[in-house]
Structure formats: C-alpha cells, structure tokens
C-alpha cells in the first residue's frame, strides 16, 4: 500500500507540475494571438526589404497585418541599378484611385511605396506608372507595374521563415508542451513499471500517444496553396468572391462577397 500512495504521489506531482508549465507555455500575449508571419513574393525580414515589380506578370507581395510594409519600388530589377532620366512615378490603389500619403501610406521621392501598420481593407491590385528616359535623347518610356499585396498571418513557424519574436514564441511554446506532455506519461510508465500494485482501472499503455498538429485560420483568412505558391501555408486574407466565416482552413466561395477578408456571405 504504500508503495502505491507514493507511486500516486509521484504521478500526482508530475502531473501537477506538468499542468502548470503547459499552462504557462500556453499563454500567449495579445499579439501573438493575431498573429503570425509575414511574407513574400520576397520574404521580407523588415520595412527595409526592398521588392521591385515587373512588366510581364504581377508581383504577390504579403504583408503582415498591422504591420509596416516592405518597401515596393516602382522599377524592374533591370532599371534599378540604372540612372533614369526626369523619371515620373504614379501609384493608384484597389479601385484604380491615385494614391496619396496618408497616416498609413508613405510615397518617396523615388516612388517608392511603404505602408504603416497595413490593415486587411488596403489588400489588393496596386499598379505604378513609371515615366522615363535613359538618354535625352531618347523619347520617354512608359512601364506599368502591378503588385498584389495581402495582409498575411500564419499559424506555423517553420522553413527558418522571419518573424517578429513576440509572434514566434506561440510554435516554441507548443514545442515545449508537447515535449512535457511526452515526458509526463514516459515517467508514468517508469513509475508504474516499479510499482508492485495492479494497473488502476485506467492507465496510458506504453507507445500509443499521437499528437497531431490541426491548422487554423482567423475569420476573413485562409490557407490556398495554388494561389499563394510562395507562401503556401500563410493565412492569407480572403479575397473577393471568398469568405471565412470562422475558424476555417479555407476561404470558401461567395458569389456576394466583393471585399477582402469577408466574414460573411
């Protein structure tokens, strides 16, 4: 009998601690429950990244939410390093509006497009007009650019992807819970392997603990790896025509939804 009571014990105390440091593990801060990563048609590791466009398909840039946005130049990689002659640059946003600098939007001298702290309605089709001329003697050019910019989160850390540490801490912590569930039941085992009593009425049989990792995305976002290949397990914001009413993986289909990250059809 006693034997058993300290065997009990012994369990009841590692399964006492083992609670209270998952629960801590768990708790995640306000931010990182908005989460989670931020990415690419580049990666962008900060504000500083620069992304430059092209003249013959569109530029996927993501961005994430609440975040500043890399920086979008308004030449090819073949112009960037060029000295362009009386250049002349024009940003027009979702809906084909001329963009102007605002608390949230910030143009260059250089064109260059920045965002503050981007929000799921800025998400869209973003175009620049660049006007320029290599010599004086030549007659002015004329590129249009286009970028699509979604604000993005993800709920994974993996790839050695960047992030922001306050939002990368939530993959680490159930990292760490994992492996202390692990261990609890392997030290169970041990103590019940030496205990001379009968196996309780309920116990964990050696080798038969799975735990599957289930992916999520917050309403208004969803996971679609045809139409976002270079990021392909971001929750990216839905876009027009799709919705996500809860906690779904997916957007799904809606012939009413005309605006990004819908939450309803």
Known sequence: MWCRRRATAAAGRLLLRLLLVVVLLLQAPAAAQSSKRFLRSAEPRDS???????????????VKL?????????????????????????????????????????????????????????????????????????????????????VASLDKEKNNRPCQQSTCDTSERLSKARYLIEKFFEQQVEIMRKSSEPLPEIYYI??????????????????????????????????????NPSNRIHCLPCNNSFMYGATKC
């Open 48 to 62: 500083n990244l620069k992304i430059v466009g092209s003249i013959i398909f569109p530029v996927k840039v993501y």
């Open 66 to 150: 609440n975040q500043n946005g890399p920086r979008i130049l308004c030449v090819t990689n073949r112009l960037r390093n060029l000295e362009l002659i009386d250049p002349v640059f024009q940003w027009r946003g979702p809906g084909g509006n001329i963009l102007s600098e605002n608390s949230s939007v910030k143009i260059s001298p250089t064109g260059t497009l920045m965002f503050k702290r981007f929000k799921s309605n800025q998400s869209g089709v973003y175009t620049c007009s660049l006007v320029y001329k290599l010599t004086a003697e030549q007659p002015a050019k004329n590129l249009i650019m286009t970028y699509l910019i979604y």
């Open 206 to 243: 050696e080798g038969t603990l799975q735990m599957v990792w289930v992916d999520r995305c917050y309403p208004g976002y969803g996971m679609n790896p045809l139409r976002h290949p270079d990021c392909p397990d971001c929750c990216v914001v839905c876009s027009p025509g799709s919705y």
